[in-house]
C-alpha cells in the first residue's frame, strides 16, 4: 500500500526500514505517550520485529511514515471482532524530530480514509493519554470528535491515568 500524500508518504513497511525506525522510536518522549508493548530502549531488532510482523498480516494495517526517503514513524489500525467488526482503533507514532509540522494530521486523516473504505469500517476510535494534547489535537484536526473520558483506565509510568475516547464515524 502507499499513499503519496503532500507532507508525507504512508506506505507498506520494507526491511531497509529497520534501521531509521529505531533510530527514530528510541526516543523516552514518543514512549511516554504510546502503550507499554511499545519497547523503550528501542532497538534495531525490535524494529525488525515489527517489521516482520506487519509483513506477516493476512490484511495489511501497519504502515511506515515515510518522510523524505526516511521510515520515521508508524500508524497501525486493528480491526476489532465480533459485533465489533465494523470498528478499529488506530494507533501511531512520529519521530519527535517532526513533531509540530501538520504531518501526523495528514497521516491521520488519509490512513482514516483508506480503512474505512479498504475495510468497510463505521468507526475508527483512538483513546489517547488525557495529557497528550498534541494527540488529542491531531485527531481532531483529522475529523474525530470527543466522545468521553476513561478516569484512571491506564498506567503509565507508574502513574494512574486517564484517557480519552476520540472517534471518527462514517455517517
Known amino acids: 500500500m502507499e499513499l503519496q500524500l503532500t507532507t508525507c508518504c504512508v506506505r507498506s513497511l520494507r526491511d531497509h526500514d529497520a534501521l531509521s525506525l529505531a533510530r527514530h522510536a528510541n526516543n523516552r518522549n514518543i514512549w511516554l505517550n504510546l502503550r507499554d508493548g511499545f519497547p523503550n530502549p528501542y532497538s534495531l531488532e525490535d524494529a525488525q520485529l515489527y517489521i516482520r510482523k506487519a509483513q506477516a498480516q493476512n490484511s495489511e494495517t501497519l504502515f511506515c511514515i515515510d518522510v523524505k526517503g526516511e521510515a520515521v514513524g508508524s500508524i497501525g489500525f486493528f480491526v476489532q471482532s465480533d ?72 498506567i503509565k509510568n507508574n502513574e494512574i491515568i486517564d484517557k480519552l475516547m476520540y472517534a471518527f464515524v462514517v455517517c
Open 83 to 154: 459485533i465489533e467488526r465494523i470498528s478499529a482503533e488506530i494507533g501511531y507514532w512520529l519521530s519527535e524530530a517532526y513533531w509540530g509540522r501538520g504531518i501526523m494530521t495528514e497521516v491521520v486523516k488519509a490512513t482514516t480514509d483508506y480503512a474505512v473504505q479498504s475495510f468497510h469500517l463505521h468507526r475508527i476510535y483512538a483513546t489517547p493519554f488525557a495529557d497528550n494534547k498534541a494527540s488529542c489535537h491531531v485527531l481532531e484536526k483529522a475529523g474525530y470528535q470527543l466522545e468521553g473520558r476513561l478516569r484512571k483506565s491506564a
